[in-house]
């Protein structure tokens, strides 16, 4: 049973190291006197940013489409996936503002479609994570009841 643990704790350890690499922001947000701060932090960003993405669609479906209400809404995705880290979301949202300010209908609905997609990786990611966390505390918390 301990090796189940230490498995899962060198597993959380790997995945959590490739993660920092890549959302190194959430590392920096990590506080122990709060160990729930991230993911509460994270999963307001998950909120906010289907939100957005909600609203992009409907924004962009519209038949005469108000370009600056959709960069607004890029706006917001950008800083707040800049904020937790989500590099490849905030990325995709510089050409998306860019075809906001030259009213390119169809290079908004492509990066709309890029931004879902960056969106969903980084999501999935997180979870992930999150998941590891949980299966590592159960089984930590299970041999401390042997």
């Not at 880290?85 to 995709?92: K, L, N, P, T």
């Not at 009213?103 to 931004?115: H, K, P, T």
Request: hydrophobic share 35%; net charge negative.
């Amino acid at each position: 049973m301990a090796a189940g643990v230490l498995q899962l704790q060198r597993q959380l350890t790997d995945y959590t190291a490739s993660l920092f690499s890549e959302f190194n922001q959430l590392q920096q947000l990590q506080d122990e006197s709060n160990p729930d701060f991230v993911v509460e932090v994270v999963y307001v960003f998950f909120e906010d940013s289907e939100r957005l993405l909600n609203e992009l669609a409907k924004t962009l479906d519209q038949q005469s489409i108000d370009f600056r209400k959709v960069d607004a809404h890029v706006h917001q995705l950008k800083g707040s996936s800049s904020s937790i880290g989500a590099q490849r979301v905030q990325r995709v949202c510089i050409p998306f503002r860019n075809n906001c300010e030259e009213q390119n209908i169809e290079g908004c609905l492509r990066c709309l479609q890029q931004v879902k997609q960056e969106y969903t990786l980084v999501k999935n990611k997180l979870e992930t994570l999150f998941k590891l966390e949980q299966q590592l505390l159960a089984a930590q918390r299970s041999m401390s009841t042997i």
